[in-house]
């Protein structure tokens, strides 16, 4: 069975967010449309399998998100039913467990 992918408004935000980090460092709109299809194809691959994804825990305790890495980058998600809802994308430099948890 195949998951549906659905990005939260956040998720959408950081996307944007990323592009224009991306396009700021090296002026170049090929590299961040290759770069946002690399992180969108990262995701869509756990379609299939969604619990494949790395639990995050915190504190032993496991937060309900999943997560996988693209580059520089980790996204975070949720499975719910038949869907899984993306939350976050953000880079792996960030303190992501307050941004998640708060």
Avoid: H, Q
Avoid at 10 to 20: E, M, P, Y
Avoid at 37 to 63: R, V, W
């Amino acid at each position: 069975m195949r998951f549906n992918v659905l990005y939260s408004k956040s998720a959408i935000d950081d996307l944007k967010t990323i592009g224009t980090e991306i396009y700021n460092s090296c002026l170049d709109k090929n590299i961040v449309v290759k770069y946002l299809k690399g992180i969108k194809a990262k995701i869509k691959n756990k379609a299939l399998f969604p619990n494949s994804g790395t639990p995050l825990y915190f504190m032993g305790l496991f937060t309900g998100f999943r997560y996988t890495i693209y580059k520089s980058y980790i996204a975070f998600y949720k499975v719910a039913g038949s869907k899984i809802i993306v939350e976050r994308i953000l880079s792996a430099k960030s303190d992501y467990c307050s941004v998640l948890l708060d």
